[in-house]
């Protein structure tokens, strides 16, 4: 029988906690060597958050927000 190590959530932004939240972007701050900026997290916030966690910690990241994209004045 094998223990499950790794969690996988998926959380709108408004109910992400503190904690989850500052660590999420931690881990991509880490990943990006120093590159990833505040702008670049704020592209990331107002939709849905895939976390996958591993004994406590998260190592892996997804987000998806939709956008409202216009093309010569059209949606």
Do not use: C, K, N, P
Request: aromatic fraction near 8%; hydrophobic fraction near 45%; charged fraction near 20%.
């Amino acid at each position: 029988m094998h223990t499950q190590v790794h969690t996988a959530r998926l959380v709108h932004t408004a109910d992400l906690e503190t904690e989850a939240r500052q660590r999420a972007y931690d881990m991509l701050s880490a990943a990006f060597a120093g590159e990833f900026t505040d702008a670049d997290w704020d592209h990331a916030l107002g939709g849905m958050h895939a976390l996958i966690w591993h004994h406590g910690a998260i190592i892996a990241h997804g987000a998806v927000v939709q956008r409202r994209l216009l093309y010569r004045g059209t949606a």
